[in-house]
Nanobody, 124 residues
Framework: QVQLVESGGGLVQAGDSLRLSCAGS????????MAWFRQAPGKEREFVGISWSTLRANFADSVKGRFTISRDSTKSTVYLQMNSLKPEDSAVYYCASARDLRTPISEKSGWDYWGQGTQVTVSS
């Protein structure tokens, strides 16, 4: 059974940093793209960043320069380092994985597996 489990969320102040983790299990993720999405109350789930199997990364414009993505040596755990957090970054953060992504990165239907999410709240 494939599982993605996020952790590391919490309540922080604006300007603080936070690191989220997403641990994958149940299969080998070395060939998967792994990504982070987020969903704020009343809003659509939106793309945040992606780590390709090559370890190349791309980010949404809203977080570019503030967030980075990394993976462990087995590539089964993906981290989202969030710096200079803003209140508008508050959301439930989800990780996702895809072995063969054939849709645009931001298209949620293209991702094979999703985690249960972890809450990030940034106070002003």
């Amino acid at each position: 059974q494939v599982q993605l489990v996020e952790s590391g969320g919490g309540l922080v102040q604006a300007g603080d940093s936070l690191r989220l983790s997403c641990a994958g299990s149940g299969r080998t993720f070395s060939r998967d793209a792994m990504a982070w999405f987020r969903q704020a109350p009343g809003k659509e789930r939106e793309f945040v960043g992606i780590s390709w199997s090559t370890l190349r990364a791309n980010f949404a414009d809203s977080v570019k320069g503030r967030f980075t993505i990394s993976r462990d040596s087995t590539k089964s755990t993906v981290y989202l380092q969030m710096n200079s957090l803003k209140p508008e970054d508050s959301a439930v953060y989800y990780c996702a994985s895809a072995r063969d992504l054939r849709t645009p990165i931001s298209e949620k239907s293209g991702w094979d597996y999703w985690g249960q999410g972890t809450q990030v709240t940034v106070s002003s």
